[in-house]
């Protein structure tokens, strides 16, 4: 199986922030890879496919890059609406495998 | 657009089967491979398997002794079972689009969830 490893696994932010989370790949995925965003009780969205496509209507703040193992979500100017949980997925071989999330809190 | 709506029964007893069925609407299950993943709660998302509309299919090694998906093109409905289950089982179950059989399969890769159905595993 290819262990999808996000980090952190938690971290805390302000409005405004610019925050970063990582997932790598313990091999090779190209850019079947996917970003999600789940708030509490609710279902998981998509926000980036392909690594770096951003999802229809999701806010232009958000972006991913990276190929192979190393890949980024950034969202840029942190807005009260994005404390959540993230997830990456690889589905680029079976099984499919998501990292464990990170949560993102209000500092 | 096309929407996703899992049903099932919401309480499955030790050893029993839990099934689950998928009912998409607002288009064709046809060419599409459809995913069922589970999130206990407080937890993270585990991908169970998937299916084509041909039948085919793949599952997770860690369940795959345990888990039947079919597909009725007729009722566009995808269906899940699961075998022998334990408390270890209880979770939400979605089930979600995972892509086109043609054409840039990333584009539709787990874009449409449903909203989940909860399954307690309990005597």
């Known amino acids: 199986d290819i262990q999808m490893t996000q980090s952190p696994s938690a971290m805390s932010a302000s409005v405004g922030d610019r925050v970063t989370i990582t997932c790598r790949a313990s091999?090779?995925?190209?850019?079947?890879l996917a970003w999600f965003q789940q708030k509490p009780g609710k279902v998981p969205k998509r926000l980036i496919y392909?690594?770096?496509s951003l999802q229809s209507g999701v806010p232009s703040r958000f972006s991913g890059s990276g190929s192979g193992t190393e890949f980024t979500l950034t969202i840029n100017s942190l807005q009260p609406e994005d404390f959540a949980t993230y997830y990456c997925?690889?589905?680029?071989?079976?099984?499919?495998?998501f990292g464990q999330g990170t949560k993102v809190e209000i500092k | 657009q096309v929407q996703l709506q899992e049903s099932g029964p919401g309480l499955v007893k030790p050893s029993e089967t839990l099934s689950l069925t998928c009912t998409v609407s607002?288009?064709?299950?046809?060419?599409?491979?459809w995913s069922w993943i589970r999130q206990p709660a407080g937890k993270g998302l585990e991908w169970i398997g998937r299916?084509?509309?041909?039948?085919?299919?793949n599952y997770n090694p860690a369940l795959k002794s345990r888990v039947t998906m079919s597909v009725d093109t007729s009722k566009n409905q995808v269906s899940l079972k699961l075998s022998s289950v334990t408390a270890a089982d209880t979770a939400v179950y979605y089930c979600?689009?995972?892509?086109?059989?043609?054409?840039?399969?990333?584009?539709?890769?787990?874009?449409?969830w449903g909203q989940g159905t909860m399954a307690t595993v309990s005597s």
């Open positions: 392909a690594a770096s």
């Open positions: 979600a689009r995972d892509g086109a059989a043609y054409g840039d399969y990333a584009v539709d890769a787990f874009d449409i």
């Open positions: 091999q090779g995925i190209s850019n079947y």
């Open positions: 299916i084509y509309t041909s039948g085919s299919t």
């Open positions: 997925l690889q589905h680029n071989s079976y099984p499919r495998t």
């Open positions: 607002g288009g064709s299950i046809s060419s599409y491979y």
